[in-house]
Structure formats: C-alpha cells, structure tokens
C-alpha cells in the first residue's frame, strides 16, 4: 500500500501549483499565504519561492530585505537557485554592496549542485577574472557544463569561443552547433549572430 502524504505536504503542493500554475491557472495571491506557511515550516523549495514572490511582488510586496532573508534560509539548506540568487545580489549589487568574491563563492557552490546559470556565471568569472584568478581551463570547463544543461547563454558564449578561437582550436562547425542550439532557445544575440553570418556567406557567394 502506498504511503499517504500528509496535509502539510498537500498544502505545499497547492501552493507550488498555484505558483506554477500546474492544473489550475497561476494565481500567486493564493500561492503566497500557502508557500509563506510552509516557508515557516522549514520546507527548502518554499522557502525559494517566497524569497522569490517577496524580490518580483508575486502575490505580496516586494521587499529585498525579507526575498534575502528567505533565500539566505534555503540556500544555508542546499538549495541551489536561492544560492544563485544571493550570487547575484552580490555580483549586480542588488540591495548589497557588489561583492565578487562573495558572488564567486556563491556561484561555485551552486554550480557543483547543478545549476546551469550558476555554471555559466562561474564560467564569465573565470574567464575574465572576476573574484577569482583567470582560469581559462575552468573557465571552459564550466561553460561546456552549462552549454550541455541547455543554458542558451553558455551555449552562446561557447560559439564565441569557437568562433573566435580563444584558448581552443578555432572550429566554425563547433561554432555554428552551438550557436543554433542557443538560437532555438530564442537567444536574440545568437539569432543575429547567425542572421549575420548568413547573410555575409551570401555576399561571399555573390562575388
């Protein structure tokens, strides 16, 4: 017999599905009070959202200061999206003094839990030294592990990297990959990137 989940859980899932709109409309008014409940309650992913609804007012407020707290909560847990967000509170010095060591760290720690943005940000840091040593290696590392995840903005910045040859052997197939990947994705910087070079294989074409 399968085990039956308890009313506190229920609840935390009518307030993801509120959130999410899963089955039901999006309705963050409703979401709020629920996900703040269970917040209270110690539960991670709650604890994000309402860091969340409290730095975008989705259903409440905005309030930086209580979107930290709640995020700082889920983070200290593991969490890595609210460890994203702190990171970039203190890389754009949103509400906080901008930090980059503090970003890097962050960015490090939810990178190694899997999160595609926070490999793609770590992988710019590296590369261009921000809050740490350069590190192309690392740097490279972490943008193809992003890039596979299917961040379009990693999977943009290695085409650069192919494209222009920085660090790796230059490879326009390579390149071309990864920037059509980013481009159905809807990466504006990708599609004019193609668009451009399109349009310049044309003109080779013509002459």
């Not at 740097?139 to 494209?163: E, T, V």
């Amino acid at each position: 017999m399968a085990p039956t989940r308890s009313a506190q859980h229920l609840e935390m899932e009518e307030g993801r599905k509120y959130f999410y709109g899963i089955r039901r409309k999006i309705n963050y008014r409703k979401a709020f009070p629920l996900l703040l409940a269970d917040a209270q309650k110690g539960y991670v992913h709650a604890q994000y959202l309402v860091g969340y609804a409290y730095r975008y007012a989705l259903g409440t407020k905005k309030d930086l200061a209580k979107s930290r707290k709640w995020w700082a909560a889920s983070a200290k847990r593991g969490h890595p999206g609210a460890i994203f967000n702190l990171a970039l509170d203190y890389d754009l010095a949103r509400g906080v003094r901008r930090n980059l060591r503090k970003a890097f760290d962050l960015y490090q720690k939810a990178a190694k839990l899997g999160d595609k943005e926070a490999q793609c940000n770590l992988a710019i840091a590296y590369l261009d030294g921000a809050g740490t040593r350069r590190d192309f290696r690392q740097g490279l590392h972490w943008m193809k592990s992003a890039a596979r995840q299917g961040d379009s903005k990693a999977q943009y910045n290695l085409a650069r990297i192919y494209l222009e040859g920085e660090g790796v052997g230059r490879s326009m197939k390579t390149a071309l990959s990864w920037l059509r990947k980013a481009a159905r994705l809807r990466h504006s910087l990708a599609r004019r990137l193609l668009k451009s070079m399109r349009i310049s294989q044309l003109r080779e074409l013509r002459k």
